[in-house]
C-alpha cells in the first residue's frame, strides 16, 4: 500500500472517529462459513467472537415474527399468505390481491394492545411491557432499555418502507407483526413480500457476504442442546422460502441463547422479567405457539375466529 493511500485512509479513519464511525474492512462483515454444522450450538460460543457464522438450518426448526414457527405455512401470517398467492397464480389469478388480503385479515384479527401480548403472556405478567404498545417488544435476554428500543424500531421501520414506499412512514402506521396497519403500510407489506416471492421464484434464494444480504438470527438452545432459530432480520425473505417448499436456507447467526443462562439474562437481572416469565417466553418461541385460537387481541366482545389460511379462504364467502 502505498504512502499516500495509507494517509488517506488514516485521514478517513479519523474523521469518522469524530461524528462516532469507524471505518472496518469489508471482510470483517463475512461470516465464518460453517455449511455442514449440525452439532450443539453452544461450541459456536467458543469460537471467534468477533464473525458471525453462516450455517445451513431446517426450515422446520425455524421461528419468525417472534413466535410463529415457519414449518406451520398456513399458520404463518407470511408464509400462508405467500402460498395463497402462489395458489391462485396456477389458475391466473391475482397475486398481488391474494397476498393483499391475507395480509388485510391477519391485521385484522391480531391487535395485541401490548408489547407483553406478542410474546404470547399477559400484560400484568412483564410490567415493563404490559404498558407499551405492541411494536415495543424487548425479549429477556436482550440488554435494551424501553427508550432504545424505541428510538431503534421508529428508525428500523422509516429505513424499511423507504425502500418500498415515497411516503415518510414509522411506527405510526403500524409494524409488520401485528395489526392494525395503514392502508399506506399494509401496500408496503405486499409489495415486499410480492416481490420477493417473484425474485425467489425466478432465481432461487441467493445470499451475499453484505450486512443485509443474509437471514439474520440467533439461535434458541434448550438443556438438552436442541435448538430453535429466531429470525432477527429477513423476515420475508424467511416466508417465502417456506411457501416456496424450501427444507432448509443460509441463515446468519449473530447470537445463541441458551435457556440455562436464565438467571443472567439482561431483562431478568434488571428485574424486568421475573425467572418464571422469562422462561415462558423462550418457551413460546422455541415450541413456536403461534396465535393460538386467533382472537382479535384486546377487543373485548370479539369473538374468536379462525385466521389461519386454510380456514381463512374457506370462509370468504361467509365473511363478505
Not at 245 to 268: K, L
Amino acid at each position: 500500500m502505498s504512502s499516500l493511500r495509507k494517509k488517506g485512509i488514516e485521514f478517513i479513519r479519523i474523521v469518522l472517529a469524530r461524528v462516532g464511525y469507524k471505518l472496518k474492512p469489508i471482510s470483517s462483515s463475512i461470516p465464518i462459513a460453517l455449511p455442514s454444522f449440525d452439532g450443539d450450538p453452544r461450541a459456536l460460543r467458543y469460537l471467534r467472537k468477533n464473525r458471525d457464522y453462516l450455517i445451513t438450518a431446517r426450515l422446520k426448526d425455524g421461528r419468525s415474527l417472534f413466535v410463529f414457527p415457519l414449518s406451520d405455512i398456513h399458520g404463518h401470517p407470511f408464509s400462508g399468505a405467500v402460498k395463497s398467492a402462489l395458489d391462485v397464480s396456477l389458475t391466473g389469478g391475482d397475486e398481488r390481491e391474494a397476498i393483499r388480503l391475507g395480509l388485510r385479515r391477519f391485521y385484522w384479527f391480531h391487535q395485541p394492545e401490548f408489547a407483553a401480548e406478542v410474546l404470547g403472556v399477559a400484560p400484568k405478567d412483564i410490567p415493563m411491557l404490559g404498558v407499551q404498545p405492541p411494536w415495543v417488544v424487548i425479549k429477556p435476554w436482550e440488554d435494551m432499555t424501553v427508550t432504545e428500543r424505541q428510538e431503534k424500531i421508529i428508525r428500523h421501520e422509516r429505513k424499511d418502507n423507504s425502500h418500498i414506499s415515497k411516503v415518510d412512514m414509522s411506527v405510526e402506521h403500524g409494524c409488520n407483526f401485528c395489526g392494525p396497519v395503514s392502508e399506506e403500510k399494509l401496500e408496503v407489506e405486499v409489495e415486499r413480500l410480492y416481490k420477493i416471492m417473484k425474485s425467489i421464484r425466478k432465481n432461487g434464494f441467493i445470499r451475499h457476504d453484505f450486512l443485509d444480504g443474509d437471514i439474520r438470527v440467533e439461535l434458541l438452545v434448550d438443556s438438552s442442546g436442541n435448538w430453535k432459530w429466531l429470525v432477527k432480520s429477513g423476515q420475508h425473505r424467511a416466508a417465502v422460502i417456506s411457501a416456496l417448499g424450501f427444507s432448509s436456507v443460509p441463515v446468519r447467526v449473530g447470537s445463541v441463547v441458551c435457556r440455562d443462562e436464565v438467571d443472567v439474562w439482561p431483562q431478568v437481572l434488571a428485574g424486568n422479567y421475573s425467572r418464571k416469565i422469562a422462561l415462558q417466553v423462550f418457551d413460546n418461541i422455541f415450541v413456536g405457539v403461534g396465535l393460538g385460537k386467533g382472537c382479535r387481541i384486546g377487543s373485548p366482545g370479539v369473538a374468536a375466529r379462525p385466521w389461519r389460511y386454510d380456514a381463512m379462504f374457506s370462509s370468504i364467502d361467509k365473511d363478505g
